[in-house]
């Protein structure tokens, strides 16, 4: 069975992108063929897809030889990835839930690649919680997603740039993000406001002694009061002083200003 072109697709079911769901489709096969070549070879590998929608990414996805499970909670366009489904049998499933309500290591059931053009109102909070995973290396073996470009720049930001916070020192600790891919925001419809780009992570081995529930809670503590200096942004958090006078950390210094090194060596006073 053939597809006929996304944009009849769209026609056909009366589809429109909801902007509650942060929805922006995209219709250019050549540019979702490029992404879902990010990760190298997805021949027969598991692929978690966020938020298909009318099955643009996942069909260049499945072209790629994965094997998708998608998971949609807009069930305008479940009928749209059914006619995927049956042009690709055995190859993709389709499950009608929320992405943040569900455990998908538990619905893979084997270590998954993660490709998603990712609905923007969601996409910081699925990311943080697949960078916050307690057990690693993760089930996830790389993540290639679809972000705001402020977002992305924010992940691979580098200290002492304005973009540098607690999403790069989560992302960066135990893993490797890059900037694989700017898209325009007029390769979308509807266009958003904003340029995106696209993330490639790849974890690596993490850092020994370290909690990964410490390390957030100190990353939460010092930039969540980002212009204080560390002394005051830290100070509710026990031990924390000690720990950067520990670590020849002078706590005048702002969040910004510390290596995801630095971090990862306080953290590691603190799990003790």
């Not at 250019?28 to 997805?42: C, F, K, M, T, Y």
């Not at 049956?86 to 993660?114: C, K, S, T, Y």
Request: aromatic share 6%; charged share 20%.
């Amino acid at each position: 069975m053939s597809l006929p072109p996304l944009r009849e697709v769209i026609a056909a079911h009366g589809l429109s992108a909801s902007k509650a769901l942060g929805q922006n489709f995209l219709f250019d096969e050549q540019l979702l063929d490029r992404i879902a070549a990010i990760p190298a070879s997805l021949d027969d590998k598991a692929v978690l897809e966020i938020g298909p929608g009318p099955g643009g990414l996942t069909r260049a996805l499945l072209r790629a030889g994965a094997r998708v499970t998608a998971i949609e909670r807009d069930s305008r366009c479940i009928p749209a990835l059914a006619e995927v489904q049956e042009a690709f049998p055995n190859q993709l499933r389709v499950v009608e839930e929320d992405a943040l309500a569900i455990d998908h290591g538990a619905l893979m059931g084997e270590p998954f690649a993660v490709v998603a053009n990712l609905p923007y109102n969601i996409g910081t909070l699925l990311f943080t919680r697949w960078m916050e995973a307690d057990a690693w290396p993760p089930q996830w073996t790389s993540l290639t997603l679809m972000f705001q470009q402020e977002v992305a720049q924010r992940i691979v930001a580098k200290p002492g740039s304005s973009a540098y916070g607690r999403l790069a020192v989560l992302a960066q600790w135990r893993s490797t993000p890059r900037l694989a891919m700017k898209v325009h925001r007029s390769a979308f419809t509807p266009p958003p406001k904003v340029m995106s780009a696209i993330i490639h992570v790849e974890p690596n081995s993490a850092p020994e002694g370290v909690s990964q529930k410490v390390l957030s809670r100190l990353t939460e503590a010092a930039f969540g009061q980002r212009r204080k200096m560390l002394r005051q942004s830290l100070k509710g958090l026990d031990g924390a002083l000690d720990a950067l006078a520990a670590c020849n950390i002078d706590p005048t210094r702002r969040a910004e200003t510390l290596s995801v090194a630095d971090y990862v060596d306080v953290a590691r006073v603190l799990t003790k």
